[in-house]
């Protein structure tokens, strides 16, 4: 008789698990060992736009990959290191620094006019090296086809030692 209790109690115990899976397999249209899969995310037609002056980065709900805007003809520097329209300083209220996939101009706009413009066309893209051995962000930026690609970084320059005054000399 406390077989049949233990079994029918067992029994009943695995019969609810089953019952249990089958629902929650239900509730859900498809199964992720992927935790990030596991919570919904918030709004899926969501869309959220950031960037500077002059540019945008999009992302469009459902994917994680930005979506840039074309390069124009004013977001690439001439040959002497300017943009149309843009000033010889860098702008006061620009982020600073470079990133990936910055236009020539937000890279010339952040940082100022470069000490050194090498523009050349490799396997018919632009290629644009900008050198800026002073500043906030010594380095060498190598843009491809208008897109910032490649960042090196250069040494930063040493401050300057504060000049010493020459002791006053006494009179007697």
């Not at 992927?34 to 469009?60: H, I, L, M």
Request: aromatic residues 4%; hydrophobic residues 35%; positive net charge.
């Amino acid at each position: 008789m406390l077989r049949q209790r233990i079994a029918r109690r067992c029994t009943a115990a695995m019969v609810m698990a089953v019952v249990a899976v089958i629902l929650v397999g239900c509730s859900s249209g498809r199964m992720s060992l992927d935790p990030t899969e596991w919570f919904p995310k918030q709004d899926p037609d969501a869309r959220s736009v950031t960037g500077a002056e002059g540019g945008f980065t999009v992302t469009r709900g459902g994917s994680d990959e930005p979506v840039q805007r074309a390069v124009t003809q004013s977001d690439l520097v001439g040959a002497d290191g300017r943009c149309e329209g843009a000033s010889s300083e860098p702008a006061a209220s620009a982020p600073r620094g470079g990133a990936l996939a910055m236009t020539e101009c937000q890279l010339v706009t952040v940082a100022g006019v470069p000490d050194q413009v090498n523009v050349s066309a490799e396997a018919g893209d632009r290629r644009v090296v900008l050198t800026y051995s002073k500043g906030d962000h010594p380095g060498i930026y190598t843009f491809v086809a208008g897109r910032l690609k490649i960042i090196e970084r250069l040494p930063t320059p040493p401050k300057p030692e504060p000049r010493r005054r020459a002791p006053k000399k006494q009179r007697a």
